[in-house]
């Protein structure tokens, strides 16, 4: 449709693989030139892969077009068989005549016989697999024994595979180890960079006919087709192709990148302008629900990790706080939830007990009261004075405890509550500010329920008496 209005003879950007339009960047003659070698020096496996569309079938025509009489080769395009299909198939090609064995061993016997024939007249056998990635384990590992066809100086049979990167990750697989260590030479073929993008445009417009190649395609369309196609030949052509056709549609004669863009738009079936933009800065966004999802479901595994990671911080910088504040809990006792204690802090120290004075009979310096200690219910109103003492809802410890209390007026009595560690000598102490039999003889009739003046219960409550005055002796 479009030839004769750009003046060319033929399509220029055709998807089949055209010998007259071949086109051999450094990238491509480098893969040649590796297939090449392979058949020269008879290796046993070679590997080409690249991605779809850079031109690898190309590279395998342009090397079976360039044998000459001394190489036989057998090109099997769709690998999807049987290992008995591959056989028939490799039968049908090899012998040119369709033989029928009974047995695989006498397929065996008969084509080790025939490449040695072939050795013999100083030719060499060449099997060529493309789109390798869609073998099967078991047609691989056929495919292998092949090359154990050998004598001792050389290899009857080399055997190209051609495929996607896909091939390497089977290839990689604990079962294709053998055949993986058999592989001697290997290429992968990159897309083309801007300069040879340009080049192959030029080339295949040069060649359908064309005397204004730049002014049909001029340097920011040959930009733009790049950016969109990230430099895969079969993409190229695509573009190009359907660029040609737009310009003819519209009655251009130079192609601009924003019909360039609208072939790529379409060709993405309505793709937006971030897909665009996303291929030229060779990031490759999946269109569609799965490609969201897959976005969505990466933010939260990144939010969970983030999670996890804070919650390890912590755990090393304050676990050990954390563990001790929870084995302190667990081990104090409970208490009931209405009362608190309440204690004032003295102010006074304690002096040395005189020896030689009485027992029970204290002297002016050393005369002191017992702590007060009351039972302070759990619900304060607001507008009560609250004392200055703090009210302490756990245990004072015993550091803050010790020492002589302030002299008050003589109290009936106090009562104590029993905490954890105390003793009844330690709580005479604590209260009397001395400990002797006579006091807790005192103690234990005041309070009928110790039975053992050595076992007294945390949470127990204890009425300690005032002492009577004794007269002096």
Not at 6 to 32: C, D, N, Q, V, W
Not at 377 to 394: C, H, I, T, Y
Request: proline share 8%.
């Amino acid at each position: 449709m479009y030839t004769e209005f750009f003046e060319l003879i033929e399509k220029p950007f055709s998807l089949s693989t055209s010998p007259r339009f071949l086109y051999l960047g450094e990238k491509h003659k480098e893969a040649l030139a590796i297939l090449r070698y392979g058949v020269m020096e008879r290796q046993g496996f070679v590997l080409l892969t690249g991605e779809v569309g850079t031109g690898k079938t190309t590279m395998v025509r342009a090397l079976l077009s360039s044998l000459n009489q001394n190489v036989k080769y057998v090109h099997l395009a769709n690998p999807l068989l049987s290992p008995r299909e591959f056989i028939a198939y490799l039968i049908l090609s090899a012998f040119e005549n369709k033989i029928h064995f009974k047995t695989k061993s006498e397929f065996l016997i008969a084509f080790e016989a025939f490449l040695t024939k072939v050795q013999q007249r100083n030719m060499h056998f060449l099997l060529v697999i493309d789109e390798a990635h869609k073998l099967s384990f078991d047609l691989l590992e056929e495919i292998r024994l092949l090359s154990n066809l050998e004598t001792a100086e050389e290899k009857l049979i080399s055997i190209f595979l051609v495929g996607q990167p896909e091939l390497n990750e089977r290839l990689s697989e604990p079962r294709c180890r053998p055949l993986l260590q058999r592989i001697s030479v290997r290429y992968h073929i990159p897309p083309l960079d801007v300069k040879e993008t340009k080049e192959y445009v030029m080339t295949r417009l040069k060649k359908a006919g064309s005397k204004r190649a730049e002014e049909i395609f001029p340097n920011k369309t040959i930009d733009a087709i790049h950016q969109y196609s990230e430099g895969y030949p079969r993409m190229i052509n695509i573009l190009a192709d359907n660029s040609l056709l737009l310009g003819y549609s519209k009655g251009e004669s130079e192609i601009s990148p924003g019909m360039v863009k609208s072939c790529f738009q379409d060709l993405r079936l309505g793709g937006s302008e971030e897909k665009a933009s996303g291929a030229k800065k060779g990031g490759s966004s999946e269109a569609g629900p799965k490609g969201g999802f897959l976005s969505a479901w990466w933010k939260w595994v990144a939010a969970a990790l983030l999670i996890v990671g804070i919650l390890a911080f912590l755990a090393v910088r304050y676990g050990d706080r954390i563990l001790s504040g929870f084995v302190s809990a667990s081990v104090q006792p409970t208490k009931p939830k209405a009362e608190m204690v309440r204690e004032k802090v003295p102010v006074t120290e304690n002096k040395p007990e005189d020896p030689a004075a009485p027992a029970l009979i204290p002297s002016e310096t050393m005369k002191q009261e017992p702590v007060v200690v009351e039972e302070v219910k759990a619900e304060v109103k607001q507008n009560k004075e609250v004392p200055s003492e703090p009210v302490l809802d756990r245990p004072i410890p015993p550091a803050v405890r010790a020492g002589p209390p302030e002299i008050r007026g003589e109290p009936a009595g106090q009562t104590i509550i029993v905490e954890r560690g105390d003793t009844l000598g330690k709580l005479s102490g604590r209260v009397y500010g001395r400990t002797n039999d006579r006091v807790l003889d005192m103690i234990q009739k005041n309070n009928p329920a110790i039975k053992d003046p050595d076992l007294i219960i945390p949470g127990q409550k204890l009425i300690f008496p005032p002492i009577p005055d004794s007269p002096p002796p």
